[in-house]
């Protein structure tokens, strides 16, 4: 039996509706996962610059790591519970930092977003893992590392 092309479409488009359920993924209504975790990545980047530990928490999924390099070369193993709560108190000036999203690669359920933070007291770039839990992208973990400022940014 020889399917036509729009039979062809009407079957997958039908197969994968079936899988997509099977697999309890719910198409998020009107926004993309791209999207989605561009938006989780806008609270990790206010979070960061307004020392807003809520939208800290609410882009960290809480158990999540911390890692990176120190100013001297030195290792730095947080959990998130114990990183965000430098987040308390004043934030520092926030005039002259540049945070720019330079990667998102996506994998079912699965994301690596690469940041650059371009600040006038430090350059850093990050790794930020996510994971699609419960239909909301959260960040697993995070990995830093930290260079002197960059020119654009003093």
């Given amino acids: 039996m020889r399917l036509t092309h729009w039979a062809l479409v009407c079957a997958l488009a039908v197969t994968g509706g079936i899988?997509?359920?099977?697999?309890?993924?719910?198409?998020?209504?009107?926004?993309?996962?791209?999207?989605?975790?561009?938006?989780?990545?806008?609270?990790?980047?206010?979070?960061?610059?307004?020392?807003?530990?809520?939208?800290?928490?609410?882009?960290?999924?809480?158990?999540?790591?911390?890692?990176?390099?120190?100013?001297d070369g030195a290792q730095e193993w947080e959990p998130f519970q114990e990183w965000v709560v430098y987040t308390r108190g004043d934030a520092p000036d926030p005039a002259g930092r540049v945070n720019t999203i330079v990667s998102i690669d996506i994998t079912g359920r699965a994301a690596v977003v690469k940041t650059d933070l371009n600040w006038p007291s430090a350059h850093y770039t990050d790794y930020l893992s996510l994971l699609k839990i419960g239909g909301e992208w959260k960040i697993v973990n995070k990995i830093w590392h930290r260079e002197s400022p960059s020119a654009q940014a003093q």
């Fill in 19 to 71: 899988l997509l359920a099977a697999s309890g993924e719910t198409a998020p209504e009107g926004t993309s996962d791209e999207d989605a975790i561009r938006a989780v990545i806008r609270l990790y980047f206010d979070g960061i610059i307004q020392y807003d530990e809520a939208a800290l928490r609410k882009a960290f999924h809480p158990k999540a790591s911390v890692i990176g390099t120190t100013r």
